[in-house]
T-cell receptor
Framework: GAVVSQHPSWVICKSGTSVKIECRSLDFQATTMFWYRQFPKQSLMLMATSNEGSKATYEQGVEKDKFLINHASLTLSTLTVTSAHPEDSSFYIC???????????FGSGTQLSVL | GENVEQHPSTLSVQEGDSAVIKCTYSDSASNYFPWYKQELGKGPQLIIDIRSNVGEKKDQRIAVTLNKTAKHFSLHITETQPEDSAVYFCAASQGNFNKFYFGSGTKLNVKP
């Protein structure tokens, strides 16, 4: 399967600060990446679809000004949580879909804790 | 839109026994059904998948069956081992570049 690298694996920050999470596709070029959010003991919630070179498509209810997504290259997408607050604390996971295949591969996730 | 339901939410089995997790979906246009295993603090890992033109697929101790008419698919794990303990998610999709709809997850506990 595809190798998806996500960093950092965990981050603790103060309320009001911004946090950037990186997602890299290591062994292939990904034109589309997806960002998910997961609360404890819950399923995966799609936040946005990130397309290389264009604006991300956000799901209903997800604030695009709060969760900034950049997909500047075919191997890198970033999620920036701006002015983070305790309610933003969650597990964030990126995923990629290989070109020509419907298979979806996930990164290792980032646990964000906002104090 | 698509709605995927997954049962049971928790499942405890004795090591060596089989485990079955079931999912139903609502949209007949869905044609790709993957299963993921998620260990604590990690991202989901694709363990097996099936396309709608196939009724069953097997990979060693893991198998998936699909009933298109009834719109349900199941994950079967035989000869369970403690390392199979994790949360398993089913999903449905209409293929490449389309959204994935996930079930609510099943926490499998394999007791030694």
């Amino acid at each position: 399967g595809a190798v998806v690298s996500q960093h950092p694996s965990w981050v603790i920050c103060k309320s009001g600060t911004s946090v950037k999470i990186e997602c890299r596709s290591l062994d292939f070029q990904a034109t589309t990446m997806f960002w998910y959010r997961q609360f404890p003991k819950q399923s995966l919630m799609l936040m946005a679809t990130s397309n290389e070179g264009s604006k991300a498509t956000y799901e209903q209810g997800v604030e695009k000004d709060k969760f900034l997504i950049n997909h500047a290259s075919l191997t890198l997408s970033t999620l920036t949580v701006t002015s983070a607050h305790p309610e933003d604390s969650s597990f964030y996971i990126c995923s990629v879909q290989t070109g020509g295949s419907e298979k979806l591969f996930f990164g290792s996730g980032t646990q964000l804790s906002v104090l | 839109g698509e709605n995927v339901e997954q049962h049971p939410s928790t499942l405890s089995v004795q090591e060596g026994d089989s485990a079955v997790i079931k999912c139903t979906y609502s949209d007949s246009a869905s044609n790709y059904f993957p299963w993921y295993k998620q260990e604590l603090g990690k991202g989901p890992q694709l363990i097996i998948d099936i396309r709608s033109n196939v009724g069953e697929k097997k990979d060693q101790r893991i198998a998936v069956t699909l009933n298109k008419t009834a719109k349900h698919f199941s994950l079967h794990i035989t000869e369970t081992q403690p390392e199979d303990s994790a949360v398993y998610f089913c999903a449905a999709s209409q293929g490449n570049f389309n959204k994935f709809y996930f079930g609510s997850g099943t926490k499998l506990n394999v007791k030694p």
